[in-house]
């Protein structure tokens, strides 16, 4: 086989994102479904821990996290790049990614398993057990997908949080219309790395889901139109918005999503340095680090203390932190614009990185 591999699958997350890109960026892959011996003898083998997706090279190489993969053809250069050229789009698409990646996550849990359980085990058994009648593919779906499951009350979907998930996914879908009635995807008339990562929770959960395709169709088609656009890898042509200016139809966004999400990366900062204390130099770091607390859509619960948003946030603090002081005045006039300046002194020190496909101390 010549060309890329990504093992991936329809029903994840971040597969989509992936998938999304590559198809943009006119890629030549092959998508291989992560059944029981590709788990076994390609991602156990090689990244050591089941994850997906996970692109092979075509030299034989294994790129883990989608960041990554999206980074290894951006590197090379060549038309069309994924990301903005100019500093305040570039801080924008990594606060998108940091809420498509780490708080979307909301919905995609709570839509999944407590609207659209037992159809994703039919799914899930698709590739558990390819050859098995649709009942045996349910059981094998059902044991994999239990283990998926049991992280959902972690991830800040329980019954007390539930309404308050699907009241802010409404808002988002309502927002997110109201954007797409202007541009056609989140930073002008061609597609970009913000359009892939949001692609993570919109095509899997929210739009491949059964039930909740049906409800995203009938309450914010212009969002099923864009999600169909994307992840067909359309939008290769076409322009950034001019001058670097973000448009006014994402600000209820950023408003909305920054407004929850910053007081959880603030706790879990806090978490983290407390295990930095006792961590050695260059040590890996655990994926969670305790339980803190949040609200979505007026209603308060627990979630897990993530690391791994704390990478995405380190993304975008990168480039406030390099920009140069014209930029950075427009960056604080549109922080201040959505309540956002406790972004600002947000700090991660010491910072992280990737090592062996797991985050660790830089
Ligand atoms: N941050 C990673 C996340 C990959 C990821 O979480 N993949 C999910 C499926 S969509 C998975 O395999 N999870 C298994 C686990 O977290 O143990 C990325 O961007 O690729």
Same mark, same amino acid.
């Given at each position: 086989?010549?060309?890329?591999?990504? /093992?991936?699958?329809?029903?994840?997350?971040?597969?989509?994102?992936?998938?999304?890109?590559?198809?943009?960026?006119? @890629?030549?892959?092959?998508?291989?479904?992560?059944?029981?011996?590709?788990?076994?003898?390609?991602?156990?083998?090689? @990244?050591?821990?089941?994850?997906? %997706?996970?692109?092979?090279?075509?030299?034989?190489?294994? =790129?883990?996290?989608?960041?990554? @993969?999206?980074?290894?053809? $951006?590197?090379?250069?060549?038309?069309?790049?994924?990301?903005?050229?100019?500093?305040?789009?570039?801080?924008?698409?990594?606060?998108?990614?940091?809420?498509?990646?780490?708080?979307?996550?909301?919905p995609?849990?709570h839509y999944?398993?407590n609207h659209?359980?037992?159809?994703? /085990?039919?799914?899930?058994?698709?590739?558990?057990?390819?050859?098995?009648?649709? $009942?045996?593919?349910?059981?094998? #779906?059902?044991?994999?997908?239990?283990?998926?499951?049991?992280?959902?009350?972690?991830?800040?979907?329980?019954?007390?949080t539930a309404p308050g998930v699907e009241k802010a996914y409404e808002q988002?879908?309502?927002?997110?219309?109201?954007?797409?009635?202007?541009?056609?995807?989140?930073?002008?008339?061609?597609?970009? /790395? +913000?359009?892939?990562?949001?692609?993570?929770?919109?095509?899997?959960?929210?739009?491949?889901?059964?039930?909740?395709? $049906?409800?995203?169709?009938?309450?914010?088609? &212009?969002?099923?139109? /864009?999600?169909?656009?994307?992840?067909? #890898?359309?939008?290769?042509? #076409?322009?950034? =918005?001019?001058?670097? *200016?973000?448009?006014?139809?994402?600000?209820?966004?950023?408003?909305?999503?920054?407004?929850?999400? @910053?007081? =959880?990366?603030?706790?879990?900062?806090?978490?983290?340095?407390?295990?930095? $204390?006792?961590?050695?130099?260059?040590?890996?770091?655990?994926?969670?680090?305790?339980?803190?607390?949040?609200?979505t859509g007026?209603h308060?619960?627990?979630?897990?203390?993530?690391?791994?948003?704390?990478?995405?946030?380190? *993304?975008?603090?990168?480039?406030?932190?390099?920009?140069? %002081?014209?930029?950075?005045?427009?960056?604080?006039?549109? &922080?201040?614009?959505?309540? +956002?300046? #406790?972004?600002?002194?947000?700090?991660?020190? %010491?910072?992280?990185?990737?090592?062996?496909?797991? &985050?660790?101390?830089?």
């Open positions: 086989m010549t060309g890329y591999v990504l /093992y991936g699958s329809d029903m994840s997350y971040f597969s989509g994102k992936a998938r999304a890109y590559l198809r943009w960026k006119g @890629i030549d892959f092959t998508e291989i479904a992560p059944t029981p011996e590709v788990m076994k003898s390609e991602i156990m083998a090689n @990244i050591g821990w089941p994850v997906i %997706p996970v692109l092979k090279t075509p030299e034989g190489e294994y =790129v883990q996290d989608t960041a990554d @993969i999206i980074a290894h053809f $951006e590197q090379k250069g060549g038309a069309p790049s994924a990301l903005p050229p100019l500093p305040l789009q570039l801080m924008v698409t990594f606060l998108l990614q940091l809420y498509a990646d780490e708080w979307l996550t909301l995609a849990m999944r398993w659209n359980e037992d159809w994703i /085990y039919g799914e899930f058994g698709k590739n558990a057990a390819p050859n098995g009648t649709p $009942e045996e593919q349910y059981e094998a #779906g059902k044991k994999v997908g239990q283990r998926f499951r049991s992280f959902v009350p972690m991830l800040g979907v329980t019954p007390e988002f879908l309502a927002d997110f219309s109201a954007h797409l009635k202007k541009l056609p995807y989140l930073l002008g008339t061609r597609a970009s /790395y +913000a359009d892939f990562a949001m692609i993570g929770p919109l095509y899997a959960h929210q739009y491949r889901d059964k039930f909740s395709g $049906e409800h995203m169709k009938e309450k914010a088609p &212009l969002v099923a139109d /864009y999600v169909e656009r994307v992840i067909a #890898g359309k939008g290769q042509t #076409g322009a950034f =918005v001019a001058n670097d *200016d973000i448009p006014k139809t994402l600000l209820p966004i950023l408003k909305a999503a920054l407004g929850e999400h @910053i007081p =959880v990366l603030s706790a879990t900062i806090d978490k983290y340095n407390e295990w930095v $204390e006792t961590a050695e130099p260059r040590a890996e770091v655990p994926r969670g680090v305790g339980m803190v607390p949040f609200a007026g308060a619960g627990m979630i897990s203390a993530r690391t791994f948003s704390l990478l995405r946030l380190q *993304d975008a603090l990168d480039v406030y932190q390099m920009m140069m %002081p014209s930029d950075r005045k427009r960056a604080d006039a549109m &922080l201040a614009a959505v309540d +956002a300046s #406790g972004f600002k002194s947000l700090r991660i020190d %010491p910072r992280l990185t990737r090592r062996n496909y797991k &985050l660790a101390l830089a």
